[in-house]
């Protein structure tokens, strides 16, 4: 359990931070960071697949020493999975040992509709945990993947944010002691409601820049060779570039540094590439387009631009 810190007072403050959890962020990123923390707003990010957005909010609860809780979105995902739901088979054992005792009259009936909607019956999920008080500070809350639900839950989140407050029909209203710390995701698979984004302040990631990829690298990746890593970011950089189905993300070029160490490599050659590619591109269409002779001629474009040696 991380000890609770104080919220970063500074654009500066909030780009060490991110660096103390070992997140090479840019300073655009780090404003709006800084802002959604001291204006209390969620933060919206949106972004490529594998460029940095989930990491952001574990980050965050780590160097902030808070809770996560992380409320992962799918098709379908309704109010039970996301927020509460009632603990059936336990009600029905009371209600079982409540019989057995003979619970006849009128009263007892009613004293036992009203303990079986207690809040000892009820599972919390994400959306109500991320309520409760906790001594490190409000949590982080990750909606994570947006996208990936429907509208009326979309509609749903976006009264528990306005509000921070859930409303149980036998219970009466929950409402957060101190706001959590909201950090909302997608891969923009389709566009958000407008309604929720006006709630948040958003920001886009984009594929870094080689510089950041590097530094990213070097931060993440340490164990592999210095010439390496910089031949695996230009190669990355440059296969960006080409017209494929799924570009490369950070987490593709932290997997291919991992695999090429593994396999002792100090520097790119066409056969590694070749037998690794599967790394870095997930579909067969994009690795049959630049396996073999592709491969080989961004690989010599990486190396004369790396020695800075144009071959004419
Ligand atoms: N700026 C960064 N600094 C350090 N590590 C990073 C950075 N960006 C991404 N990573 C690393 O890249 C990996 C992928 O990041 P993450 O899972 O956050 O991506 P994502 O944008 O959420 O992707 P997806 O859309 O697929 O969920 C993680 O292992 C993370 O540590
Ligand atoms: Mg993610």
């Known amino acids: 359990m991380g000890d609770k ?8 403050e909030t780009l060490a931070l991110l660096s103390g959890g070992n997140y090479v962020g840019e300073r655009s990123l780090a404003t709006v960071l800084f802002l959604a923390l001291k204006l209390g707003r969620p933060l919206f990010l949106e972004g490529e697949a594998g460029v940095g957005k989930t990491e952001i909010a574990k980050v965050l609860a780590e160097t902030l020493g808070r809770r996560l809780v992380r409320l992962q979105c ?6 039970a999975a996301a927020v509460y739901e009632w603990n059936y088979p336990r009600q029905m054992v009371e209600i079982r040992v409540a019989e057995a005792a003979g619970a006849a009259t009128a009263s007892d009936r009613a004293s036992l509709t009203n303990d079986i909607f207690d809040e000892r019956f009820l599972i919390e999920r994400p959306l109500l945990q991320a309520l409760r008080p906790d001594d490190r500070g409000a949590p982080v809350l ?6 990936r639900t429907d509208e009326p839950f979309e509609a749903f989140l976006l009264e528990v944010l306005s509000d921070y407050q859930i409303t149980i029909p036998e219970l009466g209203s929950i409402a957060a002691a101190a706001p959590p710390i909201v950090i909302v995701t997608s891969n923009r698979t389709r566009e958000i409601h407008d309604a929720l984004k006006r ?18 690298l070097t931060v ?3 164990a592999a ?5 910089q031949e695996i ?5 440059a296969l960006r570039k080409e017209d494929l189905f799924k570009l490369p993300g950070i987490a593709e070029t932290l997997d291919w540094a991992e695999a090429l160490t593994q396999l002792d490599k100090v520097a790119l050659d066409p056969q590694a590439i070749d037998d690794t590619l599967g790394v870095l591109l997930k579909y067969q269409d994009d690795i049959a387009k630049i396996q073999g002779s592709e491969a080989a001629r961004l690989l010599s474009d990486v190396k004369s631009e790396l020695t800075g040696v144009a071959i004419a």
Do not use: N
Not at 74 to 79: C, S
Not at 142 to 147: A, F, Q, R, Y
Not at 209 to 215: C, G, H, K, P, Q
């Open 5 to 12: 810190s104080p919220l970063p007072a500074s654009v500066d």
């Open 74 to 79: 799918y098709e379908g995902l309704d109010v």
């Open 220 to 222: 993440k990746a340490p």
């Open 225 to 229: 060779p210095a010439k390496l890593s």
């Open 142 to 147: 990750l909606i994570d993947e947006l996208d």
């Open 233 to 237: 970011v230009s190669f990355v950089q």
């Open 199 to 216: 709630r948040c302040l958003y920001h886009w990631i984009d594929y870094p820049t080689a510089e950041r990829e590097l530094e990213i």
